[in-house]
């Protein structure tokens, strides 16, 4: 069954420093997704991408944060100088079409900590 | 704007009983409906949907769900439960009214099934 590949698994850094999160969505998807988990809270919406540029995000995603999809595979999330409070899971999901009938399919997660 | 509630952090249960899992959802126009479970150190994976069609829906793992429109719930169950199911399960919402694209989560319900 085709998987949404997340990497690293689990990165640590420390605060102010750029991180690049890293996604390989399923080949033949078109609208590609980053949400978040800080832990033990609810999993929230940071963007969405589709045909190279961002369609739709959320209040959390401000300058700090951009997305690229810089090879036609990868679809990458940046947080240019992380704080603490962005210590999180961080979830890549793509999924075939927007319209409602599909879901998605997420990967497994970044866990991200800023110390 | 959408919401989805969970209102149980912690669903206990005995091997072999039933179990159910309670979401009730806000959205205005039709709601697309959908159930994800997160097993430790794992990411989100897709449990099932509601698009239209049949109230009760079935999915993975011998999980279903049934939608009530009127009660505006969309309650997770099975029949049996195992210890393996244990894990934590997110309710989700797609609707018109916010945003086209994302979901919106539950807070997220602690299923603990014991031997």
């Known amino acids: 069954e085709p998987e949404v590949t997340q990497t690293p698994s689990h990165q640590v850094t420390q605060m102010g420093q750029e991180v690049i999160l890293r996604c390989v969505p399923i080949s033949n998807h078109l609208y590609f997704y980053w949400y978040r988990q800080i832990l033990g809270q609810k999993v929230e919406f940071l963007v969405s991408?589709?045909?190279?540029?961002?369609?739709?995000k959320s209040e959390i995603f401000d300058d700090q944060f951009s997305v690229e999809r810089p090879d036609g595979s990868n679809f990458t999330l940046k947080i240019r100088s992380t704080k603490l409070e962005d210590s999180a899971m961080y979830f890549c999901?793509?999924?075939?079409?927007?319209?409602?009938?599909?879901?998605?399919?997420f990967g497994s997660g970044t866990r991200l900590t800023v110390v | 704007a959408q919401s989805v509630a969970q209102p149980e952090d912690q669903v206990n249960v005995a091997e072999g009983n039933p179990l159910t899992v309670k979401c009730t959802y806000s959205?205005?126009?039709?709601?697309?409906l959908f159930w994800y479970v997160q097993y430790p150190n794992r990411g989100l994976q897709f449990l099932l949907k509601y698009i239209t069609g049949d109230n009760l829906v079935k999915g993975s793992y011998g999980f279903e769900a049934e939608f009530n429109k009127s009660q505006t719930s969309f309650h997770l169950k099975k029949p049996s439960a195992l210890v393996s199911d244990s894990a934590l399960y997110f309710c989700a919402v797609k609707g018109w009214d916010t945003g086209f694209q994302k979901l919106v989560f539950g807070t997220g319900t602690r299923l603990l099934v014991s031997p």
């Open positions: 991408f589709y045909n190279n540029e961002i369609s739709e």
């Open positions: 959205v205005s126009g039709n709601p697309y």
């Open positions: 999901a793509s999924s075939e079409q927007a319209g409602n009938p599909y879901g998605y399919t």
